[in-house]
């Protein structure tokens, strides 16, 4: 088996190990009844109203490529359409009235952030997630995803989950969709823009992961979707790519040769989903120059490999523990429990290519960092305009 495709393999299997509590829990209608929710000590209470809705959608946003796309292998294609029946059998239970699992999308602030994680699932994987479902379900999600109307949105990066709600709901059909919420989102984040391809989280910047986790993956993925709908913002979309892609830059630089990178910022506890927006960049073909994508494939496989070895990841039933590696329950948050810790699944967004793509395809190369330790020839790194 080709060096790639090896890399692939183990792909499939981590994420499906990491994704499979999750699906087959709510697929039975018994998520809210099996799934623990470890959480900041004096959390419990609150964030067991929230943790189930932020398992499903945080595990669909990553999972979603890959059941989008058929794959060539049959042993993985069996698991693939095994995945995307349990994916579109949680949409229904999440989102039926009836259900003992429908999931909150209406208490709260929280909701409106893991809604937008299940709403960018599904405008990565319409065929799957949205086309293949009977009338029945397609109305119960848009209703649930209009449910998280009735509260705003902080001023930092939760803009841009009213603004992918949206957008999908604009996907899906829905005449109501809103386009300001859409408009003040991509405003506010070029007002935010903090230079050398990184925004602000809000009026201020921090050093943290939120660029990957959220901001840059949902921005180029909204006016994807909505930029032909006004020509103001196809204009923006030119420079949030230019930033995307020097933001990517930097991310692949960030992964040392060993596998790790830097445990800076708030959220560590999502762990390799730090790298969500070098995955996405991957998956759209957008990689910056002078970066193959079998060096992408090389350090995130590093990277995903480091974090999983670490002993008491998963708890004896299958489930992901607090931590940046391994159980660290110090590193939660306040807002941090179980079902955060799922948006971990955003690194495997590039299974959502086929083998035959030279991510999978090519041969393994050195990623900047193992070059660059090991005295081989280097090219300069230049700030965005320089």
């Not at 049959?74 to 039926?96: G, H, I, K, N, W």
């Not at 990565?124 to 009735?150: I, Y």
């Not at 949206?166 to 859409?182: F, K, N, Q, T, V």
Request: include cysteine; hydrophobic fraction near 40%.
């Amino acid at each position: 088996m080709l060096p790639g495709l090896k890399d692939r393999k183990y792909w499939v299997e981590s994420l499906t190990a990491i994704a499979r509590p999750v699906l087959e829990h709510l697929a039975r209608r018994e998520l809210k009844a099996v799934m623990p929710v470890e959480c900041a000590a004096g959390c419990e209470s609150d964030r067991a109203h929230f943790s189930h809705l932020e398992a499903f959608a945080r595990t669909m946003t990553g999972l979603a490529p890959w059941l989008e796309t058929p794959a060539e292998d049959p042993e993985e294609e069996q698991l693939r359409r095994e995945f995307a029946r349990l994916a579109r059998s949680c949409l229904d239970a999440a989102t039926d009235p009836e259900s003992p699992d429908y999931l909150n999308f209406s208490y709260e602030y929280q909701p409106i952030v893991d809604a937008a994680f299940l709403a960018h699932a599904i405008l990565r994987a319409p065929g799957e997630l949205w086309d293949k479902l009977e009338l029945r379900v397609r109305q119960n999600v848009a209703a649930a995803l209009k449910q998280t109307r009735t509260r705003k949105p902080f001023f930092c990066n939760w803009l841009l989950f009213s603004a992918m709600i949206e957008a999908a709901l604009r996907h899906m059909g829905e005449e109501d969709w809103d386009p300001m919420r859409i408009d003040y989102a991509l405003r506010q984040h070029e007002q935010w823009y903090a230079g050398d391809g990184a925004y602000g989280d809000g009026p201020d910047f921090h050093w943290d992961y939120y660029n990957s986790f959220v901001i840059q993956p949902m921005l180029v993925d909204i006016i994807r979707s909505v930029g032909s709908a006004s020509n103001e913002w196809a204009a923006m979309a030119p420079a949030i790519q230019r930033r995307a892609v020097r933001y990517g830059e930097i991310l692949e630089r960030f992964i040392a040769p060993d596998g790790t990178f830097p445990p800076i910022g708030r959220s560590l506890a999502y762990r390799f989903g730090a790298m969500q927006h070098l995955s996405q960049m991957a998956l759209q073909h957008t990689l910056p120059a002078g970066v193959c994508p079998a060096q992408v494939r090389c350090a995130l496989t590093a990277v995903i490999r480091r974090t999983l070895a670490v002993p008491g990841t998963f708890d004896g039933s299958g489930w992901l523990r607090i931590g940046f590696t391994g159980s660290q329950p110090d590193v939660a948050e306040r807002y941090i429990s179980t079902g955060s810790l799922y948006l971990c699944s955003a690194v495997f967004l590039p299974l959502g290519l086929p083998a035959g793509d030279e991510f999978w395809s090519g041969e393994p190369r050195e990623w900047t960092s193992v070059r660059m330790w090991s005295g081989q020839p280097a090219v300069c790194d230049h700030a965005l305009g320089e």
